[in-house]
């Protein structure tokens, strides 16, 4: 017997039954989410952007917010924060179209971030209130390593893609019919360790400053639904 | 004495702690009972809960006493118990030391629900509160972990002293923090416990109270252990000799 | 089918006992446990770092909770999510391993600690590594990974910071979150000096982790083969979760061609959804943190047109012992999420520290599955010491019954003939006596006459049989006659009761 089938038999042997019905274990998984919203932090009625707002910029995100109302307007966002870190214009652009597409005047732009790569910008795909994350789906226009090689990490992230809860997020991009990523990553503030004698330092190996740029296009919140 | 049919009949189980080493609880807790109105019996062929047996792996002799000790208390309304941890062993472990056998299991779980540590059972069961007494002295609390986690007692002594008048309690920085008795434990593993009584020795010098009060002989004796040989003067007394009003008996491990 | 498992050759035998976290003697300890917390009661440096580290926890801990209105709630859930799992878990192993496959995945499973290993290492040679990144994974510590590694030539380089810092010390993690918490800075700074390229110049906390990010970055991107653990598999998707703090993760499983997951198989969720319900618990148990700075999911192994992710995923699944645990009264434990919570608030822990345990895992939570893995036998001292005082039930986010639990390992250490003499004598005369009260009765009245003969002044400070409590406290003089036998004089008239002389 392989372990494969060591591990079922003993599985089976110690809960006393061969087999179980798929779809009542389905069933009783789905009516333990009944009682999710009663077992998550009470925001309910309160305005995603506000709270994630409220959050990102506080002690416990520790991340720098500005906002935009126009796409256009992001590299004049990023020019702001190159010059109040007194920082190179020269920055590694995430590999989305929409950005590439934006008037960059004058900022130097390169694609892949170096291994030391100073400033980085990019897009989120949404944004989860109840923690203040941001989040990443790998693919052609996401590499995971725009997220993680730059010392100051810029992500824009627009409004109306931010939901209120992880479970909201989870429920609609990360189901089996989802469409699959290699890589999602939920953002929550600038990298840091208390390893050693539990003193917080940030910027441990990912990036040591986020920057959260929201775009208020005047979209209306998309819903969790509207996701699949 | 009350002999009306609807008294309270109670039956006392003193703990073999009590009996060998400090009657004063137990006779503190005969007085608090009466004046709450029970009639107390005292049954004669008790002995011991079967902790001991029970934490050290023996669940056979353990389920020997449960069993002795449920014969001899299940004729009264309510048995009542100045410990945590023997009404804890009855009420939360009796059913569990029975397991192998459903009849007396059953029978264990019937009376764990008659079964109470005495502090709660004067607040929640008999609505007592001492009347006219007082002690004008600074005390501090320890919650032993048996009754705070497994009993729920924590309000109810304190609720009590706050009846004696001049009696002014003071926090326990970690009050609810194990004084590293446990039972055996204490001889076990010596070095360790050791190191435990003395942070909780501190805490309680640092109070600057006069007194240190609990509701378990086995943790009062091991922090009052560990203060006299610290030379503090902290006097320790289990809570029911003084809501009794028999705190002047000399406390638990003082010298003389 | 792309899934593979070792044969059974390479199985333990049934009757051997604990599974143990390698097929090596490395682990078993030459010095005694009793002897180990001796030790580290005695280390002043080390006494200063737990009450740090546990002090601090617990403060951040309680804080998470009292802004978290909710958490009793979430860990009833929690609770209930965990034992659906686990009394399905024959299902989820397979809808897992159906999903990832159908992800990209390959899919391994092992029985033992040793076939785990056995399995990583093949895959590293399968892919030629001469460098493997590693990202900490307790499981990992559990089957030996590091040493496995070692022994087959294999450049290990450990990415978390604390991990980089056991490699450097060449000892083992002593806390399941700050592996490295037994290390001063002092400690770590003439590490850092000794063995980095480019060390720190000013000798604070900053400049050393900056060195550590400086002597780590470009071995990401110079290794064959990423290994990291996963806090959550997500059987729905065949996806794994996993949160860090430091960034390393992702720098270590997304440059290399090859990424190999190692986990339990306990780590089971039915889906996404779930795992955020479970995360809402674990980071504020573990940091006090309501989330940790990056939560990442993988499925499968890079996608076409992706611009960076491994070629090749692996996933193996790894029982050693938790199928033991679920067949032999140990299911409970099986819901742990590996959150230190316990440990942070062990008054035995926060004595002595996690070396003095001996086992993979420290605390409460180390004291019920070191003798799974090591055996009754030799792990027989973590589950008897402890005061059962229930604190960490009570801040365990799934409600383990821990002390429970290690009744249970005593009671069956008692019914294995494990218990040294002196105990069974000792319990078995005690329980003798109770059960005959006449002779209980006699045996007491002798005791407190034998006792007050070694009273001075009201106290006991030296007695036969006592050494161990009065070696370090005092021992209250008992009265002269037990409670009962008072009792019984003043209920037969001889003595007015209440007096306690």
Redesign the interface.
Known sequence: MSAREDILAAVRGALGRLSVDADQVKEEADRLLDDLPAARPALDGMVPIDIFAARVSSPKVAASLDRIGDLAELPTAVERYLQSKGLPRNVALQPAAELQALDWHGIALHDAPEVDECVGVGIARAGIAETGSLVFESGPETPVLAHFLPLHHIVLVRAHSIVMYLDDYAAAALNPESPPHRNVNLITGASGTTDIEGSLVLGAHGPCHLHVVILFDGKRSVTPQAWL | MNTSPSAVRVGFFATCLVNAMRPNVGFASLKLLEEAGCIVEVPMQQTCCGQPAFNGGDTRDAAVLARQFIEAFEPFDHVVIPSGSCAGMVKAHYEEALADDPAWAERARRLAARTHEIMSFLVDVMGYAPQGRSLVASATYHDSCSGLRELGVHAQPRAMLGKIQGLELRPLEGHDVCCGFGGTFCVKYAPISNAIVEEKAAAVERTGAQLLLGGDLGCLMNIAGKLSRRKSDVRVLHTVEVLAGMADAPAIAESR | MS?T????TD?RPAHEEGHGHADRNARVHPLRF?AR??AA?ADPVLQI?IE??TG?AERKRADAVEG???FD??R??GK??KD?VI?????Y??AFER?AIA?GAKVH???TAG?ASRIVIGLCRDAGAKRVTRSKSMLGEEIGLPHALDEAGIDRVE????EH?VQLGGDTPSHII???MH???EQ?SAMFHASHRVPHGEET??A???S??RE???KF?SSDVAISGANFL?A??G?TCTVT????A??TT??PRVHIVTAG?EKLV????????M??LLVRSA?G???????????????P?????PEE?HIV?V?NGR??M??EGL?EMLRCIRCGACMNHC??FR??GGHAYGGVYPGPMGAVLTPVFDGLGAARDLP????????C??VCPVDIPLP?LM?G???????EGL?PPA?RIG??L??F???R?RI??LG?AL??RVMRLFRK???IQRMPLLG??T??????A??E????A???DAQSGKTT????R
């Not at chain 3, 498992?5 to 059974?8: C, N």
């Not at chain 3, 047109?305 to 992710?309: A, M, Q, T």
């Open positions: 899934s498992s070792a044969t059974t199985a009793l917390a001796e009661l770092a740090r580290t601090t978290f209105p909710q709630k979430a009833v859930l209930r999510i659906h009394a399905n878990l024959d299902h192993l397979l999903n992800s499973w092992a029985s076939e990415t978390d910071l604390a810092i700050w592996p490295s290390r001063t800075r770590v906390i900053e050393m982790v900056d550590a990010r780590l970055r470009d991107f997500i729905d998707t996806s703090n430091e960034g390393n992702e720098l997304s440059p198989i039915p889906s996404a959804s779930h795992a955020m319900a995360l809402r940091t943190g309501d989330i940790t700075q990056y939560t990442t999911l993988h499925r499968g192994p890079r996608q047109g992706d611009r960076d992710g995923f699944l029982d199928t033991r679920l067949k299911k008054v035995v004595q002595i008897h010491a402890c005061t059962l005082n229930g604190r039930r009570e429970t009744r390992w005593r009671d069956r250490s008692w019914r218990e105990a319990i078995g005690f329980a006596a109770a059960s009260p209980f009765h007491t005791a407190l002044n009201g106290l161990a409590w070696r370090h406290r005092d021992f209250p008992p009265a006659r037990s409670f009962l008072m009792y019984r009761p209440g007096s306690s």
